[in-house]
């Protein structure tokens, strides 16, 4: 008995001298640790852009500009605090096995992982809210009526129920009502083309089953 508690207590202050050493690491070079974090927040902020495009099949790394990869993980507060949970979880392993180059080969494949992972989930997230089952929920994007400067004919062209999927700072792609039959599931459109948005209401763009 005398023996478990000395090993959980030789654990204890292993893991609370670990972070001892992080507090003071980072007061002596505050510099190089927002850098690192700054770092990893772009990281995941890119994996989630990225992610959300695949949503729509749409690569869009076309679409985007250097600008839009080093700000992606500041628009969402979910990505933010993804960021920073998933990026003490790495600070912590790194500390313990900095020394071990096989574990090193293991925490780069771990970050890898995450990033994979940030970027399936920020799709499958997406897509769900704009075209799929969540549209509907609270806090999912409103669906919009899009008025274009002009379409083929010279007139203003019209985008009926159109939700916003990912934007960049050049581009939108929009996910349009999944419940219509006709024209495309996704439009890309230059902000230069939007003349206005308008709010429309859920019930508006319901699909006849889900309205009865």
Known sequence: ?????????????????????????????????????????????????????????????????????????????????????????????????????????????LVVVLLGVCAYLSGAYRHAVVAGAWRTWPGSPQPLTVTLSKGADGEPEVIECARIGVATADFIVFGTNPCSTQGAKRIVVARSEIRRFAIREQGDCLCRSNSR
């Open 1 to 109: 008995m005398a023996e478990i508690s000395t090993e959980a207590a030789t654990r204890r202050v292993s893991t609370e001298g670990f972070w001892i050493k992080a507090w003071n690491k980072l007061r002596e070079e505050p510099a190089q640790a927002a850098a690192l974090a700054y770092f990893w927040l772009v990281a995941v902020g890119f994996s989630h852009l990225f992610g959300s495009g695949l949503a729509f099949e749409i690569n869009i790394i076309d679409l985007a500009s250097p600008g839009d990869f080093l700000v992606a993980g500041l628009r969402d507060p979910f990505i933010t605090l993804l960021a920073g949970l998933t990026g003490l979880c790495l600070y912590s392993l790194w500390g313990r096995w900095l020394r071990s180059p096989g574990r090193m080969w293991f925490l780069a494949l």
